[in-house]
């Protein structure tokens, strides 16, 4: 699998605080970004290591340490790649290394990679078959691309829509090798084990992003000016589908005679429908996407008030 899916949950959790309603600060958002990357090259270790498995018994194989090593060090060193590309590209670089760094981010760069440092402990040092090479690069063309279903207000992302990406990315990588000479499998062990690898990467992923973007929380509301102020809270259900708001406010009257306020106190439920639509290509350090989102509200708070006001009358 590509960045894609990982990057747009991960980008929603480094950039802004939702419980804090504001954007993060710089340190905070490199402490994240190192955070959710470790997630990930965990993730993709594991979800490698759950298709070796898969495959050979797919294949009728027995299932040997060797497998289960090379596919750890595979989904290790592609998702690892993508990480300290991500991570140099957080500072100002000259022209040479971004375009390294970029290529690096890409499925195209970290497939590559990884392919050549598995097929070296596989066949010996420098002896990485180009067929190898070359079918990886290919097969990157479908692991470019993913759908993302955004799903409340909090825009939760569900990739298992990415699945179907990751199961034609293995079948390419089976095909074209074959076409160019260096059979690896046949096609319906492959088709599993791209399966199995999504499956696991999108379930966790998806997790992932209803316990951090999605989980109910409750927002402070506290705002002063110098005509009044405002205080209370917000109590938002999982994915922000429902706000539960609890808000007291009071605004000052000044002016010529008067003298007073304005209590109002306000209750009720916000209900909120949204979906999204991402549809995201070549991710990684660059990457591009387009959202498709629809959203609607309705209102259910009342709100009630009182006030004491004085006029003062010259005689």
């Known amino acids: 699998m590509s960045l894609a899916t990982s990057q747009c949950v991960y980008s929603?959790?480094?950039?802004?605080?939702?419980?804090?309603?504001?954007?993060?600060?710089?340190?905070?958002?490199?402490?994240?970004?190192?955070?959710?990357?470790?997630?990930?090259?965990?993730?993709?270790?594991?979800?490698?290591?759950?298709?070796?498995?898969?495959?050979?018994?797919?294949?009728?194989?027995?299932?040997?340490?060797?497998?289960?090593?090379?596919?750890?060090?595979g989904g290790a060193i592609k998702a690892a790649a993508m990480a300290v590309a991500g991570l140099i590209m957080l500072a100002p670089q000259n022209t040479p290394l971004i375009v390294l760094m970029t290529l690096l981010g890409t499925s195209i760069g970290s497939n590559a990679l990884a392919v050549v440092a598995v097929a070296n402990r596989i066949f010996g040092t420098d002896q990485a078959p180009n067929q190898l090479i070359i079918a990886a690069v290919v097969a990157s063309i479908p692991l470019s691309f993913c759908f993302v279903y955004y799903y409340g207000a909090f825009r939760v992302p569900i990739t298992f829509t990415s699945i179907a990406f990751d199961v034609l990315g293995a079948y390419t990588f089976v095909r074209m090798a074959e076409?160019?000479?260096?059979?690896?499998?046949?096609?319906r062990p492959a088709l599993v084990a791209g399966a199995v690898f999504g499956a696991v990467f999108s379930g966790a992923i998806?997790?992932?992003?209803?316990?951090?973007i999605g989980k109910s929380r409750t927002i402070p509301i506290s705002d002063f000016s110098g005509n009044g102020h405002a205080s209370g809270s917000a109590l938002t259900t999982c994915c922000g589908n429902r706000v539960y708001v609890n808000v007291q406010s009071t605004e000052y009257a000044?002016?010529?005679g008067v003298v007073g306020s304005r209590n109002t106190f306000t209750n009720g439920t916000i209900?909120?429908?949204?979906?999204?639509?991402?549809?995201?290509?070549?991710?990684?350090?660059?990457?591009?996407?387009?959202?498709?989102?629809?959203?609607?509200?309705?209102?259910?708070?009342?709100?009630t008030g009182t006030s004491n006001m004085t006029r003062i009358v010259m005689a």
């Open 12 to 73: 929603q959790i480094q950039r802004y605080s939702l419980r804090r309603q504001k954007p993060r600060g710089l340190e905070e958002q490199v402490a994240i970004f190192v955070a959710t990357r470790i997630f990930d090259v965990g993730l993709t270790t594991a979800a490698a290591v759950a298709a070796a498995a898969a495959g050979a018994n797919a294949m009728g194989v027995p299932l040997t340490s060797d497998m289960l090593r090379h596919a750890a060090i």
């Open 271 to 303: 209900y909120n429908s949204a979906h999204g639509i991402g549809v995201y290509w070549d991710p990684g350090s660059v990457h591009g996407g387009l959202t498709f989102n629809t959203h609607s509200t309705r209102d259910c708070t009342t709100s």
């Open 206 to 212: 998806t997790l992932l992003g209803c316990c951090v």
């Open 254 to 256: 000044r002016g010529q």
């Open 179 to 187: 076409n160019l000479g260096h059979p690896i499998c046949p096609p």
